[in-house]
């Protein structure tokens, strides 16, 4: 093992930035982007893209003190009012989106909640220094003040609502309202409204309840610090990572109650991750400190020592010790602190003074092996840590308190406010509901795909992927609620969050999201903040310490989520079960936890599902439909081939011989597994319906479990073969002829058996009159086959779509290469039924394909012939525009103005896609003959001069003259190179494929300078 923490980290030095604000170039230059927050960045600069007069947007960033939200706010304030900045962005994603953004300047205005009295004066104030005028000419009222500075800027402008940085203390009154009319008055008047909430104004309750409805509120976890510090600042040697594997596993040995992850302490090694869970307590009292401040200090610090010696709390102690002792809140900790310092002289015991003192900072009571955890102590120390614990608690100054509601829980006594805490009456009487609003509140807060609300909703949408399947689901929050478990399924899957799922409906088929019960002081912790977000007695009560508080109720209300819903938390389905891995502590949304936790009781519940090689969504699967499936799709054939090959052939329903995906026949098809799962046989007999509904519960029993993607392919086969129908809503049917044509599915109810298409003698006599001229020998399989044949030949298809093949890709339009594709796509199908006839000896059946090719239609049929016809002239004129681009560049410039003129119209023709093939064939016969005319006219005169006496004489000559002008080398290799052509005696006439119009293949050029010389001889 490395004996250095050196050995395995290399400390990298990170741009602090300083009132992000006041330096534009800075809090853009210096962002470290993770995949976090260049996510969120994104979604921020899109709705700036929205904000147009009458149309605003309203944003809030929640998160805990010390996650970067001002830095955050800072940037997108920066990259609006200082678009020179913009190249300095340090994500490509992010840098892609501001480029859609008008590179116009913003004027911004920056409130600084806490720097005066109340929110409007601060708003007053911001508004008056972006438009440059006395605070005193604004109006008084939140609407008419936006609506002064919309005007005065003629133009959107941005609001940032964040804490003044200056103050020293955390802002202790409420804004909720002040903020709403600010979020209602922008979207109105159409300007952007951006707010960092602090914990005074971040609870969807109470007064700030209305928050939730007037903005969109995202939340910035602290895990993007935490990427932070791996990637940007503590940079783990190649090859460490099993290293610092193993430090953890001997730490866990040591110090069996260590509780953080293997993943987290990999990501934040040297650094302690107890200390990541201080960095937010100590910024309530400490505005200067920063988590990433302190760990690049440290970090230097340690290289030097062992390996397996992590950053702990006591580093972190001694760092803000000097400027923690100013702090009024502190002083009564340090008086402590100071005293039971004197009587411990043992370094250990100082350690562990240090640690307490850091916990207690969090307004909690810690334990012995809380100690021991934070320290990684073995067993001698660690009985040490009780002693010291139990001896400082009862010492006769009482420095070390108990926790009254506990036994073996200590802590340094915070405030007065603490006990205010303790004692507040009430608490117990907090309802459940209550408790479990602001559980699933908080996930809306920390999931993304979790609409934020004032009421926890019966069930949210949630859509996960699996085997390359989408399922789309819900999770029902009705917590141990018997209701939960009954009523009508969704397609795919249905969660139901409980504590016991024992006590629902035996054989209902819904999974289980088992949480864990709280402990007695998460419930206590959340009541608590119940109180304190909804009970102004209580909050007047609390004064002082009403911020901090709160502040620790948030962290301790995100512990709680955490331990009940992840960590002590499972996925239960019958008899499986799925615990949760400790990745899912920083998940970032609700599909996450719903993947990883459904995704192995989908495994045991469907072995038979296929496994997609890519994901099948509803556009593929509609393009899959209209064409593979249709008789007559619009998709491009290679698309819908390969979208078959992908999904067709995994489901069943197609087969595959020589490198071509085909539909199963009517009766293979009947056969296939995934259709004997999807309908009865009473269906498939043509005897029954079945809903959409109980299709989707014979997937849901079955082992296969289709998703509603992959099911709607499997009824679209069954259509395409004509064994069902579609009925909607409205009791219509959609049939194989309509496969094209987009399927609204919210519209379908169920199938039906298909209505009967057998045509008549009469239609099949009308149809091959139509395709072949006369009465079609349906019992003379051989001159019936001959004839069809026949058809395809006068069609005349083959010839211009062979031409089309032959050109490059961007010879035609994208409008052109549809058509294109859509009629070789039916002469395709077409060509494949005809040449089945000799083999199957099945007419009667060849001519009802071909019949509903055409949707039994004999215009759609005329339409198809004419579409040919004029495809094949298309196509013809690009094949000559095409052999014109490739010739034009044979005919050389020339000092010719007739030809010159020639040549520009034809160019300027050829860029126009309008202009018809005759039309540049005109012209092109136009600059060609002109070009003949004055190539003929040039040889002849070349072929003269150097037939005269002394030809050798005059090259030498001209080439004396070309020194003396100061020709250069290479012109002069040129020159002597052109004299020494022979002009051979041809009639020029025609042009040659290699752009030459005589044998000796002399360029314009050369005969252009034998000239020359001919005349200067």
Known sequence: MPAKIGDLVDVRPLQIVDGPYNAPDLAVGGYYFTDITADLMTKWLGSLSEVCAGQGRARALAGFRGSGKSHFLAAVAGILSSPDVRSKIGDIHVKTEVDSLSRTKWPIAIVKR????DLVSELRDAVAQMLGVSEGSLPENIPAILLRAFEACQEPFALFIDTDPERDSLVARQDGPQLVEIGEAAKAIGLFAAVALDDDIAGAEGMNAAIVTNYTIDYLEQEHLFKIIDSNLFVKSRGSAAEIQNIYKQLQSKAPRFRWSEQRFCQLYPLHPVVAEAAPFLRLYLRNFTLLNFAEAAGREVLTDPADRVIGPDKIFDAIEPFARTVKDLVPMFEAYDRLR??????IEKRILKTLFILSVEGRFVSPEDISSALVLDAPDAANATRLLTEWSNSGNRDVQVDILATGLHAFQLSKGRSAVLGLEGIEAVEEADIWRILIQHAGEKYSDISAFEEVPEATPCAIEWRGGIRRGIVDWSLNSHKAGKGEHT????VVVCSDPSQFEAGVDNFYWRVSPLTEEERRNIALLHLIRTDDAVREKLADSLAIESHRLALALDSAWLRTFVKDASFVTGSAEVSLPPSLLEAGNLAQVMSVGLGPLFDAKYPEHPVFEEVLHQGQAAMLISGFLSADGGTPAGTASDLAGLFALPLGIASKSEDVVELLSRDALKEAKVVQTALPQSVLDGKASISLVDIAKRFRASKMGLSVDAQHVVLGALVARRLIDLVTKQNNRITYRSL??????????GVAPCLSDEYSAAKLDQWSKLLIGSKLPITNIQAAASQLEEMLVDWGAESFLETFHSLPDDALGANLWRRIAKVEKKFQNAKRVISEVREKGDVQGAMASLIALFADEPENYQVFRREITDLDKTVEGAKGRERIVNSIHFLEATSDEETETRRASLVAQLLSPRTSAGGIESLWEGLRRSYSTLYAR????????????????????YLDCAADQNEGVRERMRIRRDLRTYICDANVAEIR?????????????TLETIVAVHTEA
């Open 114 to 117: 806490g720097s005066s009295t």
């Open 342 to 347: 004197q009587r411990s002289n043992e370094e």
């Open 491 to 494: 397609p795919d899957w249905k």
């Open 740 to 749: 094209d044509l987009q399927i609204i599915w919210d519209d379908i109810i």
């Open 938 to 957: 040039k040889h002849e005169a070349a072929r003269k001069a150097t037939q005269i006496r002394d030809w050798d004489g005059a090259v030498e000559h």
């Open 993 to 1005: 494929p290699d752009g030459t119009f005589c044998g000796c293949q002399a360029s314009l050029r």
